[in-house]
């Protein structure tokens, strides 16, 4: 059984730094699509990040520049650093996996999710 476990969420100042971190388990993570979607109150989830089971990488032009999707595949592990984080970062942020090798365009229709991680950015 495939599960998604976030950590690292909290509250952080703009112009500072956080790393979410997804444990996953019940499957290997190198061959997956992995990617982090956040939703803010009163918005509808938006991809943020999205990594291909080769490493190759993409970004939502909102955070492109800021923030940096990785895995380590070793620990089954999903990162996301989020340096300079702007108050308009401020959402949950999930974690969600596909079983394939290169991600779908549209996040949203990946088929396993995390419960998800709260970010508050503060001016």
């Known amino acids: 059984q495939v599960q998604l476990v976030e950590s690292g969420g909290g509250s952080v100042q703009a112009g500072g730094s956080l790393r979410l971190s997804c444990a996953a388990s019940g499957y290997t993570l190198s061959s997956y699509c992995m990617g982090w979607v956040r939703q803010a109150p009163g918005k509808e989830r938006e991809g943020v990040a999205a990594?291909?089971?080769?490493?190759?990488?993409r970004y939502a032009d909102s955070v492109k520049g800021r923030f940096t999707i990785s895995k380590d595949n070793a620990k089954n592990t999903l990162y996301l650093e989020m340096n300079s984080p702007k108050p308009e970062d401020t959402a949950t942020y999930y974690c969600?996996?596909?079983?394939?090798?290169?991600?779908?365009?549209?996040?949203?229709?990946?088929?396993?999710w995390g419960r998800g991680t709260q970010v508050t950015v503060s001016s």
């Open positions: 990594i291909d089971s080769d490493g190759s990488t």
């Open positions: 969600s996996a596909d079983p394939r090798w290169r991600c779908r365009k549209n996040q949203l229709e990946y088929m396993y």
